[in-house]
């Protein structure tokens, strides 16, 4: 079982930066592989990023490559998402889920979920 919480969130102007904490409970936060998504009003959730278990390997969605880093501290149970650059198409909630399999990993089916931190990004 692990549990995630979200952090972070917040109003920021555009070509601003925010960074957004995941943080895990539970004493098995290194096997799981993290992702992050986002959910604006009225549209599908998408894909942010992932990162595995290790911390060796990352992937992000097309919209935020180049813009967004996610890294992962296990000593601390926690995953990072960097954001730069910010843009009025960011604003979102952001989600972080953790999942055991690395396969097809920006798909949504992961085994548990945090509740979210809302980002707003202002003109």
């Known amino acids: 079982q692990v549990q995630l919480v979200e952090s972070g969130g917040g109003l920021v102007q555009a070509g601003g930066s925010l960074r957004l904490s995941c943080a895990a409970s539970g004493r098995t936060f290194s096997r799981y592989h993290i992702g992050w998504f986002r959910q604006a009003p009225g549209k599908e959730r998408e894909f942010v990023a992932a990162?595995?278990?290790?911390?060796?390997?990352?992937y992000y969605g097309d919209s935020v490559k180049g813009r967004f880093t996610i890294s992962r501290d296990n000593a601390k149970n926690t995953v990072y998402l960097q954001m730069n650059s910010l843009k009025l198409e960011d604003t979102a909630v952001y989600y972080c889920?953790?999942?055991?399999?690395?396969?097809?990993?920006?798909?949504?089916?992961?085994?548990?979920w945090g509740q979210g931190t809302q980002v707003t990004v202002s003109s």
């Open positions: 990162i595995t278990n290790s911390g060796s390997s990352t």
């Open positions: 889920a953790a999942r055991t399999a690395w396969v097809l990993i920006y798909k949504g089916n992961y085994d548990y």
